[in-house]
């Protein structure tokens, strides 16, 4: 009994130790970059090669597509551990209805350079860069955006907010402690209360930002552009009342449609007619001014 009463400390403290390793190397896994080479533009686009400097530290890459003189222009931001390829759907029915629009990488997607995903802190300072890029040139268009997840969560933490005159923003976590217990609660059921704080505590000194910054939540209402807001009722990564807990908190203009079955995947291929008939909708109104 005295044995084993003086063992247990020790097995306590490899087990905790181990729970910690365990831990910092799935964070690591998690914020690796997720880069890879894009290869050549679909020939069914016009596509242009762009590059342009953003203050995360990357040289960011995309694809720029021009449309009709003062249709308006649209930024795609991708989700994490995306790239620009799962944004080409999108594109391609912005390019069909006139829009000029800029697909990238964020910092350590794709073809830009990061040395870790930060799940939307660097990412922002792409957003802004990317919509600083599109603003230079095009000047005299209105600009729209369009996140995806992570991509939308980096355009509400843009600080200072982004020059942009509408935006969608979809499946998008209002509090990052709240996307890693969602993810891990999918996947490691019960253990998900025990870890995320783990993990969580892992964003200072990786990532070099707190978790009370990655709050999306406490940005949306200083965005002044009009909302949209997409969400998939079946969304087990960004649940229902998380999205309706985003769209309560975001100013007025707002409009929000809910993907009916819908997990947290891609939405436009979920759902592709009314996606595109929702969104153009939603554009002519605020960047062409067709109610």
């Not at 600083?132 to 355009?155: H, N, Q, W």
């Not at 993990?199 to 200072?204: A, S």
């Not at 909302?227 to 998939?232: D, E, Q, S, V």
Request: net charge neutral; hydrophobic share 45%; glycine share 8%.
């Amino acid at each position: 009994m005295r044995m084993k009463r003086r063992f247990f400390p020790i097995a306590l403290i490899i087990s905790l130790l181990g729970c910690f390793v365990a831990t910092w190397l799935a964070g690591s896994a998690l914020s690796a970059p997720c880069q890879q080479a894009i290869g050549n533009p679909p020939e069914d686009l016009e596509i242009e090669r762009v590059e342009f400097h953003s203050e995360s530290g990357s040289t960011i890459h995309g694809w720029f597509i021009r449309g009709t003189k003062g249709a308006g222009s649209v930024v795609l931001m991708h989700g994490v551990r995306a790239n620009r390829l799962s944004m080409l759907g999108r594109a391609r029915f912005l390019s069909r209805a006139g829009y000029s629009v800029l697909l990238f990488d964020f910092q350590a997607h794709g073809e830009s350079i990061g040395r870790q995903i930060t799940f939307g802190h660097l990412e922002s300072r792409d957003a802004q860069a990317a919509v600083a890029f599109l603003r230079g040139r095009l000047p005299d268009e209105k600009i729209a955006l369009i996140g995806t997840s992570m991509g939308g969560a980096a355009a509400l933490l843009a600080s200072p907010s982004l020059d942009s005159d509408a935006m969608v923003l979809e499946q998008v976590y209002p509090a990052i402690d709240r996307a890693i217990a969602n993810r891990l609660k999918v996947r490691l059921g019960f253990w998900a209360g025990a870890l995320t704080p783990l993990l969580t505590m892992q964003l200072g000194p990786r990532l070099g930002v707190e978790a009370d910054l990655l709050c999306p939540v406490d940005r949306v209402s200083q965005i002044a552009a009009p909302k949209l807001f997409i969400a998939g009722s079946q969304d087990r990564a960004t649940t229902l009342d998380e999205s309706n807990q985003l769209l309560n908190a975001a100013s007025e203009p707002k409009e929000f449609w809910v993907v009916d079955g819908a997990a947290h995947v891609d939405l436009h291929h979920a759902a592709t007619q009314e996606y595109e008939d929702r969104v153009l909708a939603f554009f002519d109104k605020y960047l062409r001014g067709r109610p």
